[in-house]
């Protein structure tokens, strides 16, 4: 079945960076794009990030464009996401997700504070 394992999470300081991963496995991961989502405590979850199959085309949500980027490599089945110019506002709980498929991972969690 569809596996998704998000790491890299951690506590920064506001203007730190981070790289998250996501090694997926359960499905053809070279056909399929993939897509990073975020939930903030008492908020909805929200789609921040995409990449098509080949990793050709990327698109980002406003909050995040220009900070963020968004990477995969296919011989690893792993999607990545490397953001900078942290600040307090993306505190969340960080997900990846293939959009053809429902299941989730358990996420993982960046804290932005000083």
């Known amino acids: 079945q569809v596996q998704l394992v998000e790491s890299g999470g951690g506590l920064v300081q506001p203007g730190g960076s981070l790289t998250l991963s996501c090694a997926a496995s359960?499905?053809?991961?070279?056909?399929?794009?993939m897509s990073w989502y975020r939930q903030a405590p008492g908020k909805l979850r929200t789609l921040i990030a995409g990449i098509s199959s080949a990793g050709g085309n990327r698109s980002y949500a406003n909050s995040v464009k220009g900070r963020f980027t968004i990477s995969r490599d296919n011989a690893k089945n792993t999607v990545y996401l490397q953001m900078n110019s942290l600040t307090p506002e993306d505190t969340a709980v960080y997900y990846c997700?293939?959009?053809?498929?429902?299941?989730w991972g358990q996420g993982t969690q960046v804290t932005v504070s000083s």
């Open positions: 997700k293939a959009p053809r498929f429902d299941s």
């Open positions: 359960g499905f053809t991961f070279s056909s399929n794009a």
